[in-house]
C-alpha cells in the first residue's frame, strides 16, 4: 500500500503554526492538490486512510473511469466491486481499518525474569551469577513480582531504593540498579516498548579506611597467639596472607597451590573478563605459604570438615569481626576494620614505605592506576615527616626573642597611651 500513498505529505503553516495533511499528486501531466485539514481534526491514521481515498479517486477520474464517490464504495460490499479494480479491496480494508485485537496485558517484572534472567546470568561470571539471584530472590521479586512494567516509574524505584538507607545502603543501590537493567535488557530485545529515564541519586558508598600502625601489630599479635594455641586454624592464616599480600577477601580465601609459583615467587590469579593476573610475593609471603603447603595439593585454607574446598568467606568475616572487637582494633576514623580494609591498609603501609605507585600497582593487580589511588591513605605522621624533610624552602632568619613585659615597662607604655 505503500505506492497508493505517494503524494501524501504533511506541512507545518509558519503563521498558525499548525499541522496541516495534504495529497499532492501528478496524473496525465496535470498536479492535484488537496487539503485534507489539520491535526486538530484528524490523527495521522485517519489522514492516510482518507489519502488513501483521495488518490484512488484523482488516479480513476483521470483514467475515465465512472465516477465514484466515497460514500459508495464504502456501501458496495467488497464481493461486487472487486471486478472493478482489485485495488478496492485494499484501499476498503484501509477506509473502513481492520479491528483493533484486544490489547495483551502488560508483562510484569517476574515474567520479564524468567523471559531474561537465564540469558542474562550465562553471560556472567559465576559469583556475579549468585549476587544478582540472590537479589532478586530476597529483595526485587517479592516487592516487584506482580508490577506491570510500564508502571514502574523513577519515582517509585527512589521511593524503594530510600528504604535501604538507613540499613544497607549499598545492598539497596545494587538492587535498584539491577533492576533496571532487567528493564534496559528487556528494551534492548523488543520485549517492552519504552522506558523512562530513571534519574536515581545513589548515595555514595563510605570509603573504607585503613588501619594504624599500632592496629596492625595488635591483629598480628593477635593472630599470633590464635597459631599457638591452634596451629592449624584456616582463618589466622587467611588474614596473616591477606595481610602479607594484599589479596582481595574471597581471592586470598580460595588461595590454591597451583596459583602459586615458589620458585619465581609469583601468584597468578583470573581476574574479570579473563585477565590473568601475575602478583608478586615477598620473601616472607613465599616461607609462609610453604610453611602451611597442603599434602598433594589443594586449597591453602581448607573447610575444616570438607578439605576439597575453602573456608567460607562468611565465617572468615565473622572470624574477624569478633578478633577486631576482642582487641579494640580500629581503622583510622575509628570504625571497626573490614576484611577488604586490610587490603587498603596494604597499599597505605607500601605508599609510606616510599614504594613507587606503579610497584604498588603491580601488587594489587590493578589494570588502571586510577584504581590503585584510591587504595592509597596518606597518614599524618608521613605527611609531616614529609613536610620536615622539605629543607629549600626553609628562609635563614633569626627570630628576636620576645622581650617580657617588666612593672616598668607597662607603666611606661600606659604612660604613652595615655598621652595619645
Known amino acids: 500500500m505503500c505506492d497508493l500513498l505517494t503524494g501524501f505529505g504533511v506541512r507545518k503553516s509558519p503563521k498558525t503554526r499548525r499541522v496541516v495533511f495534504f495529497v499532492r499528486r501528478v496524473v496525465g501531466g496535470k498536479e492535484h492538490r488537496l487539503r485534507l485539514g489539520t491535526h486538530h481534526e484528524l490523527s495521522v491514521r485517519e489522514a492516510r486512510k482518507l489519502a488513501a481515498v483521495r488518490i484512488w479517486e484523482i488516479e480513476h477520474k483521470a483514467a475515465g473511469t465512472p465516477n465514484l464517490t466515497p460514500a459508495p464504495v464504502l456501501q458496495v460490499p467488497p464481493a461486487q466491486v472487486a471486478t472493478t479494480d482489485p485495488r478496492i479491496d485494499e484501499l476498503l480494508t484501509l477506509v ?136 592449624q586454624n584456616p582463618y589466622a592464616r587467611a588474614v596473616i596472607a591477606i595481610l602479607n599480600t594484599g589479596e582481595r577477601a574471597l581471592s586470598g580465601a580460595e588461595l590454591h597451590t597451583r596459583e602459586v609459583n615458589y620458585r619465581e615467587k609469583l601468584i597468578t590469579k583470573r581476574r574479570k573478563f579473563d585477565q590473568i593476573k601475575k602478583i608478586p610475593m615477598s620473601d616472607y609471603t613465599v616461607s609462609f605459604l610453604r610453611s602451611i603447603h597442603p599434602e598433594g595439593g589443594g586449597y591453602y585454607f581448607p573447610n575444616r570438615r570438607d578439605p576439597s574446598i575453602p573456608i567460607k568467606y562468611s565465617t572468615l568475616r565473622l572470624f574477624l569481626v569478633k578478633l577486631v572487637d576482642k582487641h579494640g582494633i580500629r581503622t583510622v576514623d575509628g570504625s ?85
Open 96 to 231: 473502513r481499518g481492520e479491528p483493533e485485537p484486544e490489547p495483551e496485558p502488560a508483562m510484569t517484572v517476574a515474567q520479564l525474569w524468567e523471559r531474561i534472567g537465564p540469558g542474562w546470568i550465562a553471560s556472567v561470571k559465576p559469583g556475579t551469577q549468585r549476587n544478582i539471584k540472590c537479589l532478586f530472590n530476597a529483595r526485587i521479586l517479592p516487592k516487584w513480582s506482580d508490577t506491570p512494567i510500564d508502571q514502574i516509574q523513577t519515582a517509585d524505584l527512589a521511593k524503594w531504593y530510600q528504604t535501604f538507607l538507613d540499613t544497607a545502603p549499598h545492598y539497596g543501590a545494587e538492587a535498584t540498579k539491577k533492576l533496571i537493567r532487567l528493564l534496559r535488557l528487556g528494551e534492548e530485545q523488543g520485549l517492552i516498548q519504552s522506558l523512562p529515564s530513571f534519574k536515581i541519586s545513589f548515595t555514595a558508598p563510605k570509603q573504607r579506611q585503613p588501619m594504624e600502625e599500632t592496629s596492625v601489630l595488635k591483629m598480628v599479635n593477635a593472630l599470633e597467639d590464635i597459631l599457638k594455641d591452634d596451629a
Open 336 to 420: 571497626l576494620p573490614t576484611l577488604h580494609s586490610i587490603r587498603h591498609t596494604y597499599a597505605t603501609l607500601l605508599e609510606e614505605q616510599g614504594l613507587p605507585i606503579s610497584h604498588i600497582q603491580r601488587l594489587l593487580g590493578h589494570s588502571s592506576m586510577q584504581s590503585t589511588l584510591r587504595y592509597i591513605h596518606g597518614s599524618l605522621k608521613g605527611a609531616r615527616e614529609g613536610a620536615n624533610r622539605l629543607e629549600i624552602t626553609r628562609a635563614r632568619v633569626v627570630a628576636k626573642p620576645r622581650r617580657k613585659k617588666t612593672a616598668r615597662n607597662k607603666k611606661s607604655s600606659r604612660k604613652r597611651s595615655a598621652s595619645k
